[in-house]
């Protein structure tokens, strides 16, 4: 029973989390912006950007991924990238009010890293859960162009992700 309501309180905190940062949409960026900051830019404001950034960006994902078919949200490797980008929201969140010290920009570098390191697999680990999906059969037509179009935005939001973290470390 404890264990139960643990896990609908951290589940509302996640919501919250989601709905709190998917309000806001992602920044848009040029690679005329991204090579003027590796430039000019140092490791505070690439703190002071990214903590607010990649959190809009991952929960705009987790927003998009609860209308994918229920089905596929039940598999498990699709639960599981799903509590990946719940964890990375978390540890990122906790930087939302933090200090802009050296030492907050070098625990945000190594959370970055960490997640980096988490989110290595997310293409397999969504096309596990794809396939996963496809032997359940009777997949419709309708919920394959739903999952077409979200890969395809899910993907290149991953990239820019990606891309915003490797900037940083």
Do not use: C
């Not at 590796?38 to 991952?58: C, I, M, T």
């Not at 990122?92 to 190594?110: M, Q, Y």
């Not at 032997?135 to 890969?151: A, C, D, P, R, W």
């Amino acid at each position: 029973m404890h264990l139960t309501r643990l896990l609908r309180t951290q589940q509302a905190s996640l919501k919250h989390l989601i709905d709190y940062y998917a309000k806001y949409p992602p920044t848009g960026l040029t690679m005329k912006k991204i090579v003027e900051f590796a430039r000019e830019g140092d490791a505070k404001q690439s703190y002071l950007f990214l903590r607010n950034e990649l959190p809009v960006r991952l929960a705009s994902m987790m927003k998009e991924m609860g209308h994918l078919p229920p089905r596929l949200l039940e598999m498990p490797s699709v639960k599981t990238v799903n509590s990946w980008y719940g964890t990375s929201l978390h540890e990122l969140d906790s930087f939302r009010h933090a200090p802009t010290t050296n030492e907050t920009v070098k625990k945000f570098t190594e959370v970055l890293q960490n997640i980096r390191k988490r989110h290595t697999t997310v293409i397999e680990t969504v096309a596990q859960g794809y396939m996963e999906f496809s032997e359940l059969g009777h997949v419709k037509e309708y919920e394959e162009s739903q999952i077409q179009y979200f890969l395809n935005r899910f993907y290149l939001s991953r990239i820019s992700i990606r891309l915003l973290i490797y900037q940083h470390i």
